[in-house]
């Protein structure tokens, strides 16, 4: 089975900058997707990274390093509204995807 | 668009009753997905299926049916329902593999 790690919680103050990490292992891979999932709502999509590097939209960056099974969600300038869970989601060669666990994220003011 | 829908919200079986969870997209997309989420769990595909007539198996298939008659309906058949099948239920579609997924509103479903 895939292997996808990500810490459970982290707490930010208001307008602050959070990382989220994500460690995975899987069977070939196609890309990487984040999601965002406030409580009791759906998933939402957020990013998609299958290259090397950063890809940045607004207060949101992702970062991928293929050769270390790696990456990250950088969210900036943080906002009461970003309280929710980050789900990181490698897509492996039959372009399935495994979903970690996810990080609540908590914004205090 | 209304995107992807799923019916019932919510629903309360009996150990052994059956029911479909439906699934309906309006975005003309060819993948469509089940999946399940326990609390504090990672999303689980249960099957899916890459067009009308194909379907297969993902990660937590036992207990479940599904088929793919049309591009836009994707139900979900619990035939016997047990209390480890209690969870929150999604839908998803996509494009094509590599594209955005999609996700329904969820169906929350309690097997006492």
């Known amino acids: 089975g895939q292997n996808i790690d990500q810490p459970t919680e982290m707490t930010a103050t208001e307008g602050a900058i959070v990382q989220i990490n994500c460690t995975y292992q899987?069977?070939?891979?196609?890309?990487l997707f984040w999601y965002q999932q406030h409580a009791g709502e759906a998933p939402t999509f957020l990013s998609y990274?299958?290259?090397?590097g950063l890809e940045e939209k607004g207060r949101f960056s992702s970062f991928l390093s293929r050769s270390k099974g790696y990456s990250y969600l950088l969210l900036k300038e943080l906002q009461m509204k970003d309280s929710a869970s980050y789900l990181c989601?490698?897509?492996?060669?039959?372009?399935?995807?495994?979903f970690g666990a996810g990080t609540t994220v908590t914004v205090r003011a | 668009n209304a995107g992807v829908t799923q019916t019932p919200k919510f629903r309360i079986l009996k150990i052994g009753q059956s029911m479909t969870l439906q699934c309906t997209q309006d975005?003309?997309?060819?993948?469509m997905y089940w999946y399940r989420q326990d609390p504090g769990m990672g999303l689980k595909l249960i099957y899916y299926s890459v067009g009308a007539g194909i379907t297969d198996k993902g990660e937590v298939p036992n207990g479940y049916n599904v088929s793919r008659s049309t591009t836009e309906d994707f139900p979900l058949r619990l035939e016997l329902a047990a209390p480890s099948q209690t969870s929150v239920y999604f839908c998803a579609s996509s494009y094509s593999g590599t594209d955005t997924q999609y996700f329904g509103p969820g169906t929350r479903l309690t097997v006492l």
């Open positions: 989601a490698p897509s492996d060669d039959d372009y399935k995807l495994s």
């Open positions: 899987t069977s070939g891979f196609n890309g």
């Open positions: 975005m003309n997309h060819n993948y």
């Open positions: 990274n299958v290259l090397d």
